[in-house]
């Protein structure tokens, strides 16, 4: 692939910023405290089961499906890894 000016090892570096940029967004998703007992968008109760098994759930699993589906939707573009960038 030609990189133009680019160092060695630039698009390694491209990919290694890029899968750290995601760790940390979908770190900074993560519930804290306690589990709730109930949803909080829906107020059904939420199943022991899955509060053990996620800690801090807030949400239901039909809500936690409905938030994932919506936070999918607006996930943008990464500019820094597309095709478009690196040709202008």
């Not at 519930?31 to 109760?45: I, Q, R, V």
């Not at 939420?46 to 807030?58: H, K, M, S, Y």
């Not at 949400?59 to 690196?86: F, W």
């Amino acid at each position: 692939m030609a990189t133009g000016w680019a160092g060695d090892g630039a698009v390694q570096d491209q990919i290694d910023a890029t899968v750290e940029d995601a760790v940390k967004r979908a770190r900074s998703r993560l519930n804290k405290g306690p589990s709730l007992t109930h949803c909080e968008d829906c107020d059904s109760p939420i199943p022991v089961a899955r509060r053990e098994a996620v800690p801090g759930v807030r949400l239901c699993i039909a809500c936690q499906e409905t938030h994932d589906r919506e936070q999918a939707a607006g996930g943008g573009y990464n500019r820094r890894g597309s095709k478009d960038s690196q040709l202008r």
